[in-house]
Nanobody, 114 residues
Framework: VQLQASGGGLVQAGGSLRLSCAAP????????MGWYRQAPGKQRELVAE???????KYSDSVRGRFTISRDDAKNTVDLQMNSLKPEDTAVYYC?????????WGQGTKVTVSS
């Protein structure tokens, strides 16, 4: 099962982008939806994660600038990224967990120029 991620691109520092990720409709009982990123030469890291009935989690580096949201009716998770910085440059991956199954998106590249 492949998640479809979109919305990456090139933007100047201070700009905004919105990433979207859609899961197939045959994935049910989604527990967790999140976004990760991997910069060149670095490990993949959590950006933001949203679960039912618990506070949304953000990495310290993006808190206050990024907002994650989900639409359970459409099986989508979005990441609104504002006040982007060059250090936000990375390939962004969405991840969905349903029971014991984890699904990843193919990655969408975000480049922030200074």
């Amino acid at each position: 099962v492949q998640l479809q991620a979109s919305g990456g691109g090139l933007v100047q520092a201070g700009g905004s982008l919105r990433l979207s990720c859609a899961a197939p409709g045959n994935i049910f009982s989604i527990n967790v939806m999140g976004w990760y990123r991997q910069a060149p030469g670095k490990q993949r890291e959590l950006v933001a994660e949203i679960r039912s009935y618990v506070p949304t989690k953000y990495s310290d580096s993006v808190r206050g600038r990024f907002t994650i949201s989900r639409d359970d009716a459409k099986n989508t998770v979005d990441l609104q990224m504002n006040s982007l910085k060059p250090e936000d440059t990375a390939v962004y991956y969405c991840k969905i967990t349903s029971g014991s199954n984890t699904y990843w998106g193919q990655g969408t590249k975000v480049t922030v120029s200074s």
